[in-house]
C-alpha cells in the first residue's frame, strides 16, 4: 500500500507493550502517521489519543482499521471473505491517513472555569442537587422562587414504599441550611442569562436587588405542579378534591399550612366518609395533555391503602384506564386488592359520570372488564389529575438559558438515552420535575446525577478541544447556512470581518456546519474532506 | 396600489423619467439600471449616481449580459451607503430574493423596480442586431400591446427566456417588487399599467388609480400557459435525451470543465467553488490510482461530479435565468439540465425560489414530520 | 448476474448505526461482504458530494445510516440529512439513475440485527439491479 513505511504485528496494540512498540516505532522511523488495525474505534479511544500525544503528533493522524468487530467477527463463517474485507478495511484506513493534511498541531487555549455552580428551584431536587455539589467540595447557589425551600415534597407525606417524605424534607432543608457550601437565596429569581459552559454571567433578583454572578454550570429543578381540572365538579361541589388534598387529609391535613391553597373540603373529617371514589387519568392522556403523569396510579393505590389503614371499613373504588403501577408497585396493587379496594376500567370516550346528590355523590361508569354500568355512591370522590408542567416560567427559562422544551411543555434533555440529565446546551443540566413527572426517588437519583455532572463541568480544567469545527476565512462566503444549521447556537456571524465564526465551547462536533456548507470553508480538523473523498475512492478498491 | 402611469413621447423615456424622478426626489440615491454602452451595442447594468447619465438609461433593452442580482450583491452586500432604486428583470428578481436569504444581497435598502419582461436576446446576438442596426424594442412594445411576445424575425431569445414561466413581476408565484410597470395587454404607447407597494409613491408619480384591465389579465394568462408549456416541452426533451448513464454521459461530453456555468451562477455565491479548492488539488497519484481501478481516467478529472455537485448545491434555489446555457462554450444546454433538475428538488419541498425572501431555503431548515417514508424499511 | 458482487459504501453515524454494524461484528451476526463503512459522527455530517462521488466512482450501492427520528446524538443532524437523501434522490433520478440504490436507514445502536438484516436486503437487490452503470466508468 502507497506511502505505508513500517508493518509490525501486535499482540495488542492497546497494552502498554502494544503502545510502547508503537511509539518506539514511530521515533525511530520517524513516522507521522499511524495505522491500527484491529478492533473498532469505539474501544480504547483515550488510549491512543494519550499515545498520539507522547509522540506530539494530531489526534487524527492515528487511523483505526476496524478489522475484528468489522471483519473477522461479522464474517467469521467466511474466513476469505473476512481478509478481503478487512484488507479493504485496511486500505481505506491507509488512503484516509496518506490525505489528511498535517498541519501542526495547535491546542487550543484552555478555558477558564468557574468553581461554582446555580441550582434553580429549592424542591427535593434541587435540595438534593445542592447538597450533592456541596459535599463533592462544590459551591453553589440555590435559588427559590418561593419564601420557603420544599417545594412539592411539602404536599407529599410518604411515598408508596412508606418513605416518610416529612421527615425526609425537614432534615433537608435543615442540611441545606448548614451546609457551608451551599448559599439559599429564597424569594429569588434568575433574571438574565449568557455565557458558555465554563463561564456563565448571571442575573438574580433578590428582594428587588438585582446581583451578578459567575457560574460554570447550572442545574435546573424548577419543578412542576399538580395539574388542576374543572371536571367531575370539582371546584362545585365540596366533596370534590385532588389525591393531593386527600392525602393531607389522611395525614391528619387539618392543620392550616403555609401557602392556604387548600380546599375547604380539606378539612372534611374522614370519619364521615363511609366510600371514596378516585378517578385516575383526569386531564391526562388526552388530546390536550397527551403524556402518563407516571406517579397517580402509585398515588391512588398508596391513598387507598392507607383509607383502608384507617378504617378497613371504608369502601374504595378506582376508576382506571391502564394500572400503571411500576416495577415492585405491582405488589402494592395486589395488596391493595386484597384489601378489597375495587378496581374497574373505563375507556375514553364512555368517561365516569359524577352528578352531585345533596351532600353526597353519585359516580356512574361503565365497567368495560365486566361490560356493565356501575352506580356508585361516594362520600369522597378524588381526582388523579396528573403533573403539569409550569408552562409559562419554563418557557420562559428555556428561552433565558437556550434550551429546548419538549411538546409537553417540560424540559427536553439532550438525549434520551445517552444524555438523561443534560440539557441540549453545554454546561446546564436538569433533574426533577421540571424533566416531567417522577417519583420521589427517581428525583433523588437524577439530582444526585446532575449534580455530578455540574461537578465534572466546574472541577475539569478546560481541556484543549479537539473536536471543534473551524471555518477557512479565505473560502467562507458569509451565507449563515451553518448558523442556521447549528443545533447548540456553536455559529455566529461576524458581521465585521464577513466570516462565520465557531464559538468552541458550544460546538460539540457533530459536523452539520461541514455537510451544510457548499464550499468546504466549514471543516472538522478530524474529518477533512480530502479523507472523506479518499476514503470513497478505498471503498471501491476491488 | 394599481393604477395607470401616462405615457408622454415614448414608453421607455417615460419610464426613464419614472427613474429619475426617484432619484431627482431622494426617494434613491442611486439607481442599478442598465445603460447603452457608449457604442450601443449592449446595455450593462449600471449604478448610477448622476441624473444625467440617465439619458442612456435602457430599461427596456432586451439583453441580459449579467445577472443584476449580482451585482446588486455588490453594492448591498456589506452595507449600502445609501438607498438604491434596482430595475431587474423578473428572474434577476428572483435571485435577489434567493440572494437575501445567504447574505449575499441586502434587501433593506433596495427599492426593488420589475417590469413585465418581454424576453431577452443573448449578448452577441443583441450587439448583431444593433449592428444592423434594428430595433428590438418598439416592435416588442407594439406586441405586448395585443398581448403577444415575439423575438424578432431571424432572431431567438435565450432559451431561458423562451421557458420562463414567471415573466411578469407580482403576478403568480413572483415577488412583488416595489414598483412593478405593466407593459403586456395595455396600450403601452398611452399609458402603463403600475403596481406599488405603498400609496405615497404613487402620488409622488403621478398615478392615477384603477382596476386592472382584463385584456391585461387575459395576456399575462397566455403568455404564462405559452411558456409553462415550452418550458414543459424542454422537461420531457431533456428525459427524452439523459434517461441513463450513457445518455448523461453524452450530454457533458462536450464539457471542457471550464466552469463557467457555476461563475456565471448567481445561485452559485461562493466565495470559491469547492472544486477549485484543495479539496480537489489531487497529489499525482491519486490520477494514477483512478487510473489502475477504472483502466484509465478522463481529464481534468470530475467532471460530471462537478455537475452534479452543484445540482445538489443549488438545483433547489435555481431560478431559471439562464446565465449557464449563455456562458457554456460548448452549447451545453445546462440551464434545462439545472432547471428539469431544479423543479423536481423544488416540487418535493413545495419550495419556489424567489417567491419570499421570508421562505426558508430548502437546505437551511427541516421539519420532522416531512419525508416520514425515507430512512424506514 | 450471479457471479456479480455489489459494492455498497456505507456512511454510517457515529452514535447509532456503527455502534450497530459493532454490535453485529461482537454477536456473531452475519452479512454480505459486500459494504465499506465510513464512520461519520453524525449522519447530518453528511456532505452530499461524498454520495455524488461514490455513485459516479461506481459504488453499486450507498448506504446511509442514521439514529432513529427523535434519538439523534445532536438533536437533529438526521432529519437534516433525511433531507439531503431526498434531495440526493431526486437529482439522480432527473439525470436517470435509479435513486433506489441510495438507501438512508434508521438503525439504533442496539439494532446490530437489523444493520445485518439491512445489509443481507441490499446486496439482495442490487444483485437484482445489477452492477451501476458508473462501475469501471473512466469518462466521468
Known amino acids: 500500500m502507497r506511502g505505508v513505511a513500517y508493518v509490525e504485528r501486535l499482540e495488542a496494540a492497546c497494552e502498554e507493550t502494544g503502545l510502547a512498540a508503537i511509539e518506539r516505532a514511530v521515533a525511530e522511523g520517524d513516522l507521522n502517521r499511524v495505522v491500527v488495525a484491529g478492533c473498532s474505534p469505539h474501544l480504547y479511544a483515550d488510549r491512543f489519543e494519550a499515545l498520539m500525544a507522547r509522540l506530539n503528533l494530531p489526534p487524527r493522524l492515528l487511523a483505526r482499521a476496524n478489522i475484528r468487530e468489522g471483519a473477522a467477527w461479522a464474517h467469521i463463517a467466511d474466513p476469505a471473505a473476512a481478509t478481503a474485507v478487512a484488507r479493504g478495511v485496511l486500505e481505506m484506513a491507509v488512503a484516509g491517513l496518506r490525505e489528511t493534511p498535517y498541519h501542526p498541531f495547535n491546542p487550543r487555549p484552555q478555558e477558564t472555569v468557574a468553581r461554582r455552580v446555580l441550582v434553580l428551584g429549592g424542591g427535593l431536587a434541587g435540595m438534593t442537587a445542592a447538597l450533592t455539589l456541596a459535599d463533592l467540595g462544590v459551591e453553589c447557589d440555590l435559588v427559590e422562587r418561593e419564601p420557603q425551600l420544599g417545594g412539592n415534597l411539602h404536599d407529599i407525606h410518604h411515598t408508596l414504599e412508606g418513605l416518610d417524605t416529612q421527615t425526609l424534607l425537614a432534615s433537608l432543608v435543615e442540611r441545606v441550611r448548614q451546609a457551608e457550601r451551599v448559599h439559599v437565596w429564597t424569594e429569588a429569581e434568575l433574571v438574565g442569562w449568557s455565557g458558555v459552559r465554563g463561564n456563565f454571567a448571571a442575573r438574580i433578583r433578590v428582594n428587588d436587588e438585582v446581583r451578578s454572578e459567575r457560574y460554570g454550570a447550572l442545574i435546573v429543578a424548577t419543578g412542576a405542579e399538580e395539574a388542576t381540572t374543572t371536571e367531575y365538579l370539582y371546584g362545585q361541589h365540596p366533596r370534590v378534591v385532588t389525591q393531593r388534598e386527600l392525602e393531607r387529609m389522611i395525614a391528619g391535613g387539618r392543620r392550616q399550612e403555609a401557602g392556604g391553597k387548600m380546599w375547604a373540603s380539606c378539612f372534611l373529617p374522614l370519619d364521615s366518609c363511609r366510600s371514596v371514589v378516585m378517578i385516575q387519568c383526569v386531564g391526562s392522556r388526552d388530546e390536550t395533555r397527551p403524556y402518563c403523569s407516571r406517579v397517580c396510579c402509585a398515588q391512588a393505590v398508596k391513598n387507598a391503602l392507607a383509607l383502608k389503614r384507617l378504617d378497613p371499613t371504608i369502601e374504595v373504588s378506582i376508576l382506571f384506564r391502564d394500572v400503571r403501577t411500576l416495577g415492585t408497585q405491582e405488589l402494592y396493587y395486589r395488596q391493595a386488592r386484597r384489601a378489597g379496594v375495587r378496581f374497574l376500567r373505563y375507556e375514553p370516550p364512555a368517561k365516569p359520570v359524577v352528578e352531585a346528590d345533596g351532600d353526597r355523590l353519585r359516580v356512574t361508569v361503565h365497567d368495560t372488564l365486566y361490560d356493565e354500568t356501575v352506580t356508585l355512591e361516594a362520600d369522597l370522590l378524588a381526582l388523579s389529575t396528573g403533573i403539569a408542567p409550569r408552562e409559562d416560567s419554563n418557557r420562559a427559562l428555556a428561552a433565558m438559558v437556550g434550551v429546548m422544551l419538549d411538546e409537553d411543555g417540560f424540559f427536553a434533555e439532550a438525549h434520551p438515552k445517552l444524555r438523561p440529565t443534560d440539557l441540549a446546551r453545554p454546561g446546564i443540566f436538569l433533574c426533577g420535575l421540571a424533566y416531567g413527572p417522577r417519583f420521589v426517588t427517581e428525583s433523588i437519583a437524577q439530582a444526585r446525577a446532575a449534580a455530578l455532572r455540574a461537578a465534572l463541568t466546574v472541577t475539569r480544567p478546560g481541556e484543549p478541544r479537539r473536536d471543534v469545527a473551524t471555518v477557512e476565512a479565505d473560502l467562507c462566503s458569509f451565507c449563515g447556512l451553518c448558523v442556521a444549521a447549528c443545533p447548540y447556537g456553536a455559529r455566529v456571524l461576524d458581521e465585521e470581518e464577513r466570516v462565520a465564526r465557531v464559538l468552541d465551547s458550544l460546538c460539540q462536533g457533530c459536523g452539520v456546519c461541514v455537510a451544510v456548507c457548499p464550499n468546504g470553508a466549514s471543516r472538522q480538523p478530524a474529518f477533512e474532506p480530502v479523507q472523506a473523498l479518499a476514503l470513497v475512492d478505498a471503498a471501491l478498491i476491488e | ?377 | 448476474m450471479t457471479d456479480f458482487e455489489p459494492r455498497i459504501v456505507a456512511f454510517l453515524c457515529n452514535w447509532c448505526t456503527y455502534t450497530a454494524s459493532d454490535l453485529a461484528g461482537t454477536s456473531r451476526i452475519q452479512y454480505p461482504p459486500n459494504v465499506r463503512i465510513i464512520r461519520l459522527m453524525c449522519s447530518g455530517q453528511l456532505d452530499p458530494i461524498y454520495v455524488a462521488k461514490a455513485v459516479l466512482e461506481g459504488a453499486d450501492g450507498v448506504l446511509i445510516g442514521g439514529c432513529h427520528p427523535g434519538d439523534c446524538h445532536y438533536q437533529s443532524g438526521n432529519y437534516k440529512a433525511r433531507r439531503r437523501v431526498a434531495i440526493i434522490h431526486q437529482v439522480l433520478e432527473q439525470l436517470g439513475f435509479d435513486p433506489d440504490r441510495v438507501w438512508l436507514r434508521w438503525i439504533s445502536a442496539s439494532e446490530g440485527q437489523y444493520f445485518a438484516d439491512t445489509v443481507t436486503e441490499m446486496v439482495a437487490a442490487l444483485k437484482e439491479k445489477g452492477p451501476s452503470p458508473f462501475r469501471r466508468q473512466w469518462s466521468v
Open chain 2, 1 to 377: 396600489m394599481d393604477g395607470w402611469l401616462e405615457v408622454h413621447d415614448s414608453t421607455e423615456q417615460t419610464i426613464n423619467r419614472l427613474l429619475e424622478t426617484l432619484l431627482t426626489s431622494g426617494v434613491v440615491d442611486g439607481l442599478l439600471v442598465p445603460l447603452r454602452t457608449p457604442d450601443g451595442r449592449n446595455a450593462v447594468p449600471t449604478l448610477v449616481r448622476d441624473p444625467a447619465l440617465l439619458e442612456r438609461a435602457a430599461p427596456l433593452a432586451p439583453v441580459l449580459p449579467v445577472n443584476g442580482a449580482t451585482v446588486l450583491g455588490r453594492i448591498t452586500a456589506t452595507g449600502a451607503p445609501g438607498r438604491v432604486g434596482a430595475v431587474l428583470r423578473n428572474c434577476e428578481l428572483r435571485t435577489a430574493v434567493e440572494l437575501s436569504k445567504v447574505q449575499q444581497v441586502l434587501l433593506d435598502d433596495v427599492l426593488l423596480i420589475g417590469m413585465d419582461c418581454l424576453g431577452a436576446y443573448g449578448v452577441e446576438d443583441y450587439a448583431r442586431l444593433v449592428e444592423e442596426g434594428l430595433d428590438a424594442v418598439t416592435p416588442a412594445l407594439m406586441a405586448a400591446r395585443e398581448g403577444g411576445v415575439e423575438p424578432l424575425p431571424g432572431y431567438a431569445f435565450r432559451p431561458a427566456c423562451t421557458m420562463c414561466e414567471r415573466p411578469i413581476p407580482g403576478v403568480g408565484e413572483s415577488y412583488a417588487p416595489h414598483i412593478a410597470i405593466g407593459l403586456l395587454g395595455v396600450p403601452n404607447d398611452e399609458r402603463l399599467w403600475v403596481s406599488l407597494r405603498d400609496e405615497e409613491l404613487g402620488e409622488a408619480l403621478g398615478l392615477e388609480p384603477a382596476e386592472e384591465p382584463a385584456g391585461r389579465i387575459e395576456a399575462v394568462r397566455a403568455l404564462v400557459a405559452a411558456r409553462t408549456a415550452e418550458r414543459d416541452r424542454r422537461f420531457a426533451a431533456f428525459h427524452e435525451r439523459v434517461h441513463d448513464a450513457s445518455s448523461l454521459l453524452a450530454e457533458f461530453a462536450t464539457c471542457i470543465l471550464c466552469q463557467n456555468c457555476m461563475r456565471v451562477c448567481p445561485i452559485c455565491y461562493c466565495k470559491e467553488c469547492i472544486f477549485r479548492t484543495d479539496v480537489f488539488d489531487h497529489p499525482s497519484a491519486r490520477y494514477w490510482d483512478w487510473a489502475a481501478r477504472k483502466g484509465g481516467v478522463r481529464l481534468p478529472s470530475d467532471t460530471l461530479l462537478f455537475h452534479v455537485t452543484r445540482m445538489l448545491h443549488m438545483a433547489h434555489a435555481c431560478v431559471g435565468c439562464g446565465m449557464c446555457s449563455d456562458a457554456c462554450p460548448s452549447g451545453i444546454p445546462v440551464a434545462d439540465i439545472f432547471r428539469t433538475v431544479g423543479r423536481a428538488v423544488q416540487a418535493r419541498f413545495g419550495y419556489v425560489p424567489g417567491r419570499d425572501p421570508a421562505e426558508e431555503m430548502v437546505i437551511a431548515t427541516f421539519r420532522e414530520d416531512e419525508l416520514r417514508e425515507l430512512g424506514e424499511r
